[in-house]
């Protein structure tokens, strides 16, 4: 069975950190792009960051300018898990998180994806 496992997230104050999880089983990450999207509330859905697969392409890595130097996207094939390492968080990343695999490449659109995790909340507050 196909599944995506999501860990992480909670309150932090703005400036802190922290890393979410998205553990894969049923299938063998290597071979997909992992995507981490999130939605606030009354917003839509966005892409935040993407990693394409290190068997099929060549594990790129793609960023949101909103987010680029403060997250990390980083997999371990050998755990199965994608990792979004969140740095200097403001209250703007408040939103609920999302991993979504597709086949080899990236793509920011989300319904291109065909797996999804659980979601995981991510406030930022002081």
């Known amino acids: 069975q196909v599944q995506l496992v999501q860990s992480g997230g909670g309150l932090v104050q703005p400036g802190g950190s922290l890393r979410l999880s998205c553990a894969a089983s049923?299938?063998?990450?290597?071979?997909?792009?992992i995507h981490w999207f999130r939605q606030a509330p009354g917003k839509e859905r966005e892409g935040v960051a993407c990693?394409?697969?290190?068997?099929?392409?060549?594990?790129?890595?793609y960023y949101v300018d909103s987010v680029k130097g403060r997250f990390t996207i980083s997999r371990d094939n050998a755990k199965n898990t994608v990792y979004l390492q969140m740095n200097s968080l403001k209250p703007e990343d408040t939103a609920v998180y999302y991993c979504a695999v597709r086949i080899a490449e990236c793509s920011w659109f989300s319904d291109r994806y065909q797996y999804w995790g659980q979601g995981t909340q991510v406030t930022v507050s002081s």
């Open positions: 990693i394409s697969s290190s068997s099929s392409s060549d594990g790129s890595t």
């Open positions: 049923g299938f063998t990450l290597d071979y997909y792009a």
